[in-house]
C-alpha cells in the first residue's frame, strides 16, 4: 500500500529550540495533515494543507505542502515541554473516495529543560 | 462538546474471548473509520463506513467484524481474540466528500492473554 515515511523517528531537543520534520512518499497526494498525539490519547489535529505549496501557520507550528505534492514539513519554533508527544503526517488522494487517508510512523519529540 | 467517544478505554481479555468496541460521534459525520496502532507504525486502517448502512475493508481487516449502527455509532467485533490484536484501537469520523480531515477518539487499549 501506500507509505509515508517520517523523519527523524525521534529527537532529543532543548526546550526553546526549533524543531523540524518532514514526511516523504513516493506517490502524489492532494491533502497533507500533521497529527500531534499525547500519551494516552487520540491524535489531535494541528494542520491541514491543501494545495501545492501552501505553507500555514498554527501559533508556534508552521507547516507546509511540498511542491512536488510528494512531501511536507512541519516546523515548531521555540519548543516548550508541552511540545513533548508524538506527531503524525497523513496524506489522502482527492479521487480516493474509499481509502481516506494514510499515516506516517511518527516522529518521536522530547523536549529537555 | 465530545466529539469522538470510545468505549472502553481499556481492556483485558484471553484468548479466544470475543469484544465489542463501541464508537459513538455527536459531530454528524458521514464516514466512520477504526484503525489499530501498534509501536513503531502509522495508524493502519481496520475498516470504514463511508455512510449509515455501508462498511469496507481497509488495510487489516482480518480478524475482526464491524456494524454501522446508525449515523452516530460504529463498532468494532473481535470474534476471536488473538495476541496478534494486542494493539491500541482508534475510532476516527469525517464528513463525507470533502478533503476535511478526520478526527479520532481517545483510544481503546487492548490487551490479549
Known amino acids: 500500500g501506500q507509505q509515508l515515511n517520517q523523519s527523524p523517528q525521534s529527537m532529543f531537543i532543548q526546550e526553546g529550540e526549533d524543531v523540524s520534520m518532514n514526511c516523504t512518499s513516493s506517490s502524489i497526494f492532494n491533502t497533507w495533515l500533521w497529527y500531534k498525539q499525547d500519551p494516552g490519547e487520540g491524535p489531535v489535529l494541528l494542520i491541514a494543507?491543501?494545495?501545492?505549496?501552501e505553507l500555514t501557520s498554527n501559533g508556534r507550528l508552521t507547516a507546509q505542502f511540498g511542491i512536488t505534492r510528494k512531501d511536507s514539513f512541519l516546523n515548531i519554533s521555540a519548543s516548550i515541554p508541552s511540545d513533548v508527544g508524538i506527531y503524525f503526517c497523513a496524506a489522502r488522494r482527492i479521487n480516493n473516495y474509499g481509502q481516506n487517508f494514510v499515516f506516517g510512523p511518527g516522529t518521536r519529540l522530547s523536549v529537555l529543560p | 462538546n465530545a466529539g469522538v467517544t470510545q468505549t472502553p478505554k481499556f481492556q483485558v481479555l484471553k484468548t479466544g474471548q470475543s469484544m465489542t468496541l463501541q464508537c459513538a460521534q455527536d459531530m454528524n459525520h458521514n464516514s466512520m473509520y477504526w484503525y489499530r496502532q501498534d509501536p513503531g507504525m502509522g495508524l493502519r486502517l481496520i475498516y470504514y463506513?463511508?455512510?449509515?448502512?455501508?462498511?469496507d475493508k481497509g488495510e487489516v481487516p482480518n480478524g475482526y467484524n464491524v456494524s454501522r449502527l446508525n449515523k452516530r455509532e460504529f463498532s468494532l467485533r473481535l470474534e476471536s481474540a488473538a495476541p496478534s490484536q494486542t494493539s491500541v484501537y482508534f475510532c476516527?469520523?469525517?464528513?463525507?466528500?470533502?478533503?476535511?480531515?478526520?478526527?479520532f477518539g481517545d483510544g481503546t487499549r487492548l490487551s490479549i492473554l
Open positions: 476516527a469520523s469525517r464528513i463525507t466528500g470533502s478533503n476535511q480531515p478526520q478526527h
Open positions: 463506513s463511508a455512510s449509515e448502512g455501508t462498511t
Open positions: 494543507l491543501y494545495k501545492a505549496g
